[in-house]
């Protein structure tokens, strides 16, 4: 068998590997439904009956984005949801998506090292504990790692080969993306930030390219922000939702202390803003360790267990924690050793898990937001090795060639 059989058998058995677990998983465990997925279930419905948008509300709002929302609702129409449970439909099309993000994982992995290496990053992405669970849950995290890495390649692509039919391409990567999860708007800026650093001698197509991609950002968004206008009479970017900006002043999610600041009479927006200056003046350095050290270790310590399920679904046979901490603590020294190399275009990957860690910060500290990054993680970790290997066998061969001259 040559090298491309081997390679495309490869493929085959970790695919139907991946595939097998998210099916089996899917069939055998009972899927919970936290208050969000109530809340998605419920908003969807009302929506397809009613017309009315509104997430845990009967009149319009903007309170989430409207990307899992549209998503949701096509399903369930597929479903028939007034005679079927749309659910399980629901968990099967994501469980499609989580291939389909693998397949993202294989092709950015290959672009920075050689084919073994992507294969392990896919296996690895594969049985990854996190990316089974999630596919149960009714929540954006399956869509919005799809969209992601589907844009993290077109940008990739961007810088490859430049062209503006790419650059709209990856805009509106970045626009459905943003549709389900808005945190990833600031990407934009990072990716051509860090293109118009790095490629002096054509700063001036870099700048344009990011016009390009910034004008189907802003088409896929209109919509949405004419909706808003037109119903809420008022300008919104993204959504209104501030729970997640006031959850985030609680320093380690102590939600029952009231003690700082009297919420009587104020919106979660002003009680974030009078949390964190009463914080920050009385308790600097409670704060200053959530707002930096604190707020990583809740993000990063602990796998993703989707919206939960039970019995305990063990996708590998061993902790899942000690996989995905090695996996964060290597990916740390992953990330480091890519800034070290900055120019390459495998540091757009690191700098996006350091801007999006920067941007957790700002909310609620939770292991649910650490999914997201993982694939980019997984990824950084595969090129560190692949990268140490290419420099033992180099070393090797220096030795061997001062040990062994040619005579």
């Known amino acids: ?28 465990v009972d ?8 809340n998605y279930d419920k908003m969807v419905r009302q929506l397809l009956e009613t017309g009315v948008y509104a997430y845990n509300g009967e009149t319009p709002n903007a309170l989430v984005t409207p990307g899992y929302p549209l998503f949701l609702a096509a399903v369930y129409e597929m479903a028939d949801y007034k005679e079927h449970d749309p659910l399980p ?6 469980a499609l998506l989580s291939l389909a993000a693998l397949g993202f994982v294989y092709r950015i992995a290959r672009r920075f090292s050689g084919e073994l290496t992507a294969l392990i ?22 869509l919005a790692i799809f969209l992601l890495m589907g844009y993290l390649l077109a940008q990739i692509r961007v810088f490859e080969t430049p062209s503006y039919g790419r650059a709209a391409a990856a805009g509106i990567w970045l626009g459905l993306t943003v549709l389900v999860r808005p945190e990833f708007l600031p990407l934009i800026a990072v990716a051509f930030a860090f293109q118009w650093l790095r490629d002096k001698e054509a700063r001036k197509r870099t700048i344009r390219l990011f016009a390009c991609s910034a004008a189907a950002v802003v088409l896929l968004l209109a919509p949405w922000w004419i909706r808003n206008a037109v119903t809420l009479h008022q300008w919104v970017a993204t959504a209104t939702q501030e729970n997640p900006f006031r959850a985030g002043t609680y320093p ?4 029952n202390d009231e003690s700082l600041v009297d919420p009587a009479g104020k919106t979660e927006k002003e009680l974030a803003i009078a949390r964190l200056k009463a914080g920050f003046t009385t308790q600097p350095g409670l704060f200053i360790k959530w707002y930096t050290i604190g707020k990583m270790q809740y993000v990063y310590q602990s796998v993703y267990r989707g919206g939960g399920h039970q019995p305990y679904y063990p996708v590998i046979p061993f902790n899942a924690n000690l996989l995905h ?19 390459e275009t495998v540091t757009l990957l690191a700098l996006a898990v350091i801007a999006m860690s920067l941007i957790r910060l700002g909310f609620v500290a939770d292991y649910r937001y650490n999914v997201t990054m993982m694939p980019l993680i997984i990824i950084l970790d595969c090129v560190l090795g692949w990268r140490a290997v290419m420099w033992w066998k180099g070393r090797r061969t220096q030795k061997t060639a001062v040990l062994n001259p040619i005579k």
């Open 1 to 28: 068998m040559n090298r491309k059989k081997r390679v495309w058998a490869a493929l085959a058995v970790i695919f139907l590997l991946a595939a097998y677990v998210r099916i089996d998983f899917l069939r055998s």
């Open 31 to 38: 899927h919970e439904m936290p208050h969000d997925s109530l």
């Open 89 to 94: 439909w629901v968990r099967y099309i994501q």
């Open 121 to 142: 990053a896919l296996l690895i992405a594969a049985v990854y504990p996190p990316f089974v669970w999630a596919n149960g849950a009714i929540l954006t995290e399956v």
């Open 252 to 255: 380690y999610n102590t939600f």
């Open 325 to 343: 901490r090695t996996l964060v603590l290597s990916g740390a020294i992953a990330v480091l050793a890519a800034l070290r190399r900055w120019r």
